[in-house]
């Protein structure tokens, strides 16, 4: 048994990956090549879902020293390079690497029976592959001591914006000729858009969803239900690029993320795996906008938040009208600003410029804190 088979197989036959056991928002991708170029090296194998869900695969045999933990860096290396892709990006390095011309991926997706609108496909693609929403699948043909490991570590480098999956593919040939494959999830982690965080009573906070409950950039039957989801997410991208526009940051440290689609971004503390960050919302619903103090479950950026609660004092009043409560199982550092409508200029806004005022205020005030908690637990 060699790689190169196992990448045959993945490649002939991606229904022999457990993707529903690890994450059923991938199932169904279609295979589009092998060895795939990036600057960071080739993916062993690429596939995209019919919804524009990129799969990256990376195949290795465990009896190799090189099948442990080095495997977590070479697939980690190929998401990030990824992240600084569009969908026209993608395109081209798949049309050169299979030799065909015009859109390669939509083609394949077709060709698979799939009946795919061209710019949703596109757009679904482009937004998941900036946000780093894929499904990374490490497949071995069989398990030695330490792989357990490997989702552990993952998990507190990458900062959770991917599901990981290690899967055991051990394949067996038959008297007659045939090979027979056996597929096994050995452990899984999961997207951060599950991760738990820490939301403020009366807040709502819907990581990209659409108010229907559908995720991304999900296709149905409706054209009708397609066009409201698509001017619900143009709008929110419009706020979020009015809002960065006009943001003005006293610290020239702090990271600014991009526009999202969602009803949400985040702007993150640096701590290890991402695990702290300001969420600044819009909710629609309510002709809201607010932000809070967030952080993975049982994380640095959590252990960090708990270690304010003696200057809870001192953050109040820096934050003036905010809520600061330390008496919970969680941290509750937030504030909300209700306006009559969202959609009116005006009272849009008097929104922003209370939300930029409001993030700028968060970050004079939170951010050193978190940072200097951080060195004090020795985990920055």
């Not at 009896?63 to 290396?77: A, C, F, H, T, Y």
């Not at 050169?96 to 015009?102: D, E, P, T």
């Not at 689609?261 to 969420?279: C, D, N, R, Y």
């Not at 619903?285 to 994380?299: I, P, W």
Request: overall charge negative; aromatic content about 8%; charged content about 25%.
């Amino acid at each position: 048994m060699s790689e190169a088979t196992i990448q045959e197989f993945v490649h002939s036959y991606p229904s022999c990956l457990p993707i529903s056991e690890i994450d059923p928002m991938f199932v169904g991708p279609v295979a589009i090549c092998r060895e795939l170029a990036t600057p960071a090296g080739a993916i062993d194998n690429f596939l995209v879902t019919p919804s524009g869900l990129p799969v990256l695969v990376e195949c290795k045999l465990w009896r190799n020293p090189e099948g442990r933990r080095e495997v977590v860096g070479q697939i980690l290396d190929y998401s990030k390079e990824l992240t600084k892709w569009s969908a026209s990006d993608l395109q081209r390095e798949a049309s050169r690497r299979l030799g065909r011309k015009g859109n390669v991926l939509l083609d394949l997706v077709r060709e698979a029976g799939h009946d795919v609108d061209e710019i949703m496909f596109n757009d679904a693609l482009t937004f998941n592959l900036r946000r780093g929403r894929f499904l990374l699948l490490i497949v071995g043909d069989g398990i030695r001591e330490g792989v357990e490991a490997i989702a552990d570590y993952l998990q507190a480098h990458a900062g959770l914006h991917f599901t990981l999956g290690l899967v055991e593919m051990p394949i067996y040939a038959a008297p007659d000729g045939t090979k027979l494959v056996v597929p096994r999830v050995l452990t899984k982690t999961q997207t951060i858009a599950r991760t738990v965080i820490s939301v403020p009573d009366g807040m709502v906070v819907a990581d990209g969803e659409d108010e229907d409950g559908e995720e991304g950039f999900v296709p149905t039957d409706s054209p009708e239900r397609n066009e409201a989801r698509e001017r619900r997410r143009q709008m929110r991208f419009s706020f979020w690029t009015e809002f960065l526009e006009g943001l003005r940051l006293d610290d020239p440290e702090q990271m600014v993320p991009t526009p999202s689609l969602g009803g949400h971004i985040v702007f993150k503390f640096g701590a290890p795996g991402g695990s702290s960050w300001i969420t600044v919302y819009r909710d629609a619903r309510y002709n809201a906008v607010g932000l809070a103090l967030s952080s993975n479950v049982n994380s640095p950026g959590e252990r960090a938040s708990r270690l304010l609660s003696d200057q809870a004092h001192e953050i109040a009043e820096e934050l003036g009208g905010a809520t600061v409560d330390f008496s919970k199982d969680r941290p509750d550092v937030s504030q909300r600003y209700v306006v009559r409508d969202l959609e009116d200029p005006s009272e849009r806004g008097k929104a922003l410029n209370w939300l930029r005022e409001r993030t700028n205020a968060f970050v004079n005030c939170l951010r050193p804190r978190i940072r200097s908690a951080l060195k004090e637990l020795s985990i920055e």
